[in-house]
């Protein structure tokens, strides 16, 4: 809708390609944020690797 009405449209995309994440994006601006989107999956991605286990494990009671 932007485009036709005579503005610029802006995108980008992330590919996670294991921890390692590959940004792209029409502006610095877009790339930018979809930087800190990235990290902060990677982020939760990791947390929840660690704790998910634990969690249906047991918890405490079993180490």
């Known amino acids: 809708m932007a485009v036709l009405s ?12 294991g921890p390692f994440p590959i940004v792209f994006g029409s502006d610095a601006k877009v790339a930018r944020s979809l930087m800190y989107l990235a990290i902060a999956l990677i982020v939760i991605f990791m947390v929840l690797s660690f704790l998910l286990p634990f969690m249906f494990s047991g918890g405490w009671r079993s180490l």
């Open 6 to 17: 005579g503005g610029k449209a802006k995108g980008g995309g992330v590919i996670l390609i």
